[in-house]
């Protein structure tokens, strides 16, 4: 398995670089230094803090894994990761290396690794997305979408940056708000960082 580790933190990422290659099986492990089509390596499963999600979730091919190495955010964080960018799985830091290598394991084989309490969280906040109680499903463009709004993109730059009119993207954004039973951008925003009960 090719594994690429994307962290903000250098240290964090030479310290599972090398609890990795020390306990690795024939793994081709990599460090990025930036963006991962500078690197010319194709990994199977990306190990990426909320930091380095952007650039490597865009970057990745269909069939890469993403394991996200939650490095302390709170809880309403990582659902929301999870949501937006349909992560293959999360894993505290605190974690030890049986851990890791059995989430990296089952992420790679088409399993979903996500601890209790995130799980708990997780079905609590798709529960709220819909009526249903069904999670909406979101497409790509869709996905983009809620990207640039969540970085507070206007409809006329979100156009220019997708190459995109103005008219579509308001199409989008009206199909996303039925997805998740909102009547505004307000309303989204609330939903997606507002923290399940304890």
């Known amino acids: 398995m090719n594994i690429l580790i994307s962290l903000k933190s250098r240290i964090l990422s030479e ?3 090398g609890l ?9 492990i990599f460090m990025a230094e930036g963006v991962i089509d ?17 650039q490597n979730i865009s970057a990745r091919r269909p069939e890469t894994k993403v394991l996200l190495i939650d490095t302390g955010l709170g809880q309403e964080e990582v659902i929301n990761l999870l949501l937006l960018y349909k992560l293959d799985g999360v894993l505290s830091t605190e974690a030890d290396g049986f851990m890791l290598k059995k ?12 601890d209790n309490n995130n799980l708990k969280a997780l079905l609590y906040k ?5 009526k249903s109680g069904k999670i909406a499903s979101i497409s790509k463009r869709e996905q983009q979408i809620l990207d640039l709004i969540h970085k507070g993109f206007k409809n ?24 998740f039973n909102v009547a505004s951008r307000a309303q989204l925003f609330s939903l997606l960082m507002n923290p399940p009960p304890s």
């Open 15 to 17: 310290g599972l670089y």
């Open 38 to 54: 500078d690197m010319g390596c194709k990994p199977d499963l990306i190990l990426v803090d909320s930091h380095n999600i952007n």
């Open 126 to 130: 798709a529960g709220t997305i819909s």
């Open 156 to 179: 006329r730059e979100i156009a220019a940056n997708l190459y995109l009119s103005e008219q579509t993207i308001k199409a989008h954004i009206s199909r996303i708000f039925r997805k």
């Open 103 to 114: 989430a990296m394991n089952m992420v790679h084989e088409g399993q979903i690794w996500i």
């Open 20 to 28: 990795l290659q020390k306990e690795s099986s024939g793994d081709q």
